[in-house]
């Protein structure tokens, strides 16, 4: 009935060190420094602050809307022959006075001409301005949705930045772990090769307590164990790996964790404010504001199609032409007008009707969004406080059973020495303490974890 309980314990321990695999890590590091590095370094970053920048030229095109418009336009051309325009024939009767008793009348016929109007070598040079004095609101909705993609864009930045955060941390404990791991799993072999030794001596000196088969299954428990631990060496350098590449940094950077242990640091919280905070921290919320924002200034753009348009417009002219008659006269050279443009829209085929219809729905399922988002968000947030109170709770049983686990290990191996217990309780009693360690070690990495994205989540820096 022994065997059974020997084998299972094998089983858990396997299982335990292959599930624990550590999820990343970095060259004599702390948190706080690798943090740092991946800020500098990550290449997602970059990205989302670009996109800040954009939104941000966005915004500035938008408002140029609200300074007068200037352009000077040039042309120089040469025709192929002088333009001219045609009078045609004209046959006209005419009164004759003043000079004769009586006034007469005579009938006169011009012959068509043929006038010409200017040269065929000539350069114009225009200047317009135009200032809008009243768009229907046009302005003010794009100026909204400008401003709003700034807030979102920030929001971006922020939210890579916790990203960058989170999966430090996460990663960096998940080395951290693995470490550990690889010393439980070193000291392990260590006992476990003090007892073979011991068994091997027991063995030998034909006491007829231990027998030759129990040595050999010692053994084969040792090498078992050995070759875990192999696995958790491995491990440990794919998260060291894995830390390096969330860093940002060459994929051949050799790092190494400075942090002794996993912290443990009970976390005190009110489920309430948490999710409060979550809704005036969190940039997956703010965003939405800002879409919601964005979607009401769409909605006034589309409006502004029902209202006249206003503009004041003015535009200076010169002409130079070697022709001084036809249409370049001294006069007709230099020209100016000003004035007020006005469209007023009259029918468009109910175009901005379904613009505004569309708008207007946008922004509805937007509001839809925010209600979903608002349920959810408070839903993560109290799933994330569910998984750390767990942790904490967990954590104080686990280190109550570690500290037993020890005490019956160095109980079995005093009494085992003495020819008190069998071979099979001191091999049980090893296996135990290191399968309860490690699950000690998987508590405090879970807490840890469950922290940083709950700190994610709510949106803290």
Do not use: C
């Not at 550590?22 to 996109?51: H, M, T, W």
């Not at 909204?144 to 979102?152: D, E, F, I, W, Y």
């Amino acid at each position: 009935m022994r065997r059974p309980t020997i084998a299972v314990m094998l089983l858990l321990a396997v299982g335990l060190f292959t599930t624990a695999e550590a999820k990343e890590e970095a060259r004599s590091l702390s948190l706080e420094q690798a943090i740092d590095v991946a800020l500098e370094n990550n290449r997602y970053r970059p990205i989302s602050r670009l996109g800040v920048e954009i939104a941000e030229a966005q915004y500035s095109q938008v408002m140029s809307s609200y300074w007068p418009q200037i352009a000077v336009r040039s042309a120089f051309a040469r025709l192929d022959e002088d333009p001219t325009t045609i009078f045609p024939e004209e046959t006209d009767t005419y009164t004759i006075t003043d000079f004769l008793p009586q006034p007469i009348e005579a009938t006169v016929t011009v012959p068509e001409k043929h006038i010409k109007l200017l040269d065929k070598t000539h350069f114009v040079t225009t200047g317009t301005l135009v200032l809008p004095i009243y768009t229907g609101g046009q302005r003010r909705g794009m100026r909204q949705q400008a401003r709003a993609g700034v807030r979102a864009a920030k929001q971006v930045v922020r939210r890579t930045d916790l990203q960058v955060t989170y999966d430090v941390r996460r990663m960096y404990y998940g080395a951290l772990l693995a470490r550990e791991l690889v010393q439980l799993g070193e000291d392990t072999v260590a006992r476990l090769e003090v007892t073979l030794e011991l068994t091997e001596n027991l063995y030998k000196r034909g006491s007829g307590k231990v027998k030759k088969t129990d040595y050999l299954k010692h053994k084969v428990m040792v090498e078992s164990i050995r070759s875990i631990v192999s696995t958790l060496r491995s491990n440990k350098q794919l998260a060291e790996a894995a830390l390096v590449n969330t860093m940002g940094l060459d994929w051949d950077t050799d790092i190494t964790v400075v942090e002794p242990e996993i912290p443990f640091v009970p976390f005190e919280g009110d489920l309430k404010r948490l999710v409060g905070s979550s809704y005036r921290f969190s940039p997956d919320w703010a965003r939405l504001e800002a879409g919601l924002d964005a979607a009401e200034g769409q909605v006034k753009e589309a409006k502004s199609g029902y209202w006249p348009k206003l503009a004041f417009q003015g535009q200076v002219q010169v002409l130079a032409n070697s022709y001084d008659a036809g249409i370049v006269g001294p006069s007709e050279r230099k020209s100016w007008r000003i004035g007020v443009g006005m469209e007023l829209p009259l029918f468009n085929g109910f175009l901005t009707k379904q613009k505004v219809r569309e708008a207007r729905a946008r922004l509805e399922r937007l509001r839809q969004q925010k209600t979903l988002l608002h349920d959810g968000l408070a839903l993560q947030v109290k799933h994330l406080f569910l998984g750390v109170s767990r942790a904490q709770e967990q954590q104080e049983s686990a280190g109550e059973a570690l500290k037993a686990a020890s005490d019956n290990r160095r109980l079995n191996v005093r009494a085992y020495q003495d020819d008190l217990v069998e071979l099979q309780d001191v091999v049980e009693s090893q296996l135990m303490e290191s399968f309860v360690k490690a699950r000690y070690l998987k508590v405090l990495y879970d807490h840890v974890e469950a922290k940083a994205h709950l700190e994610f989540v709510i949106g803290r820096e």
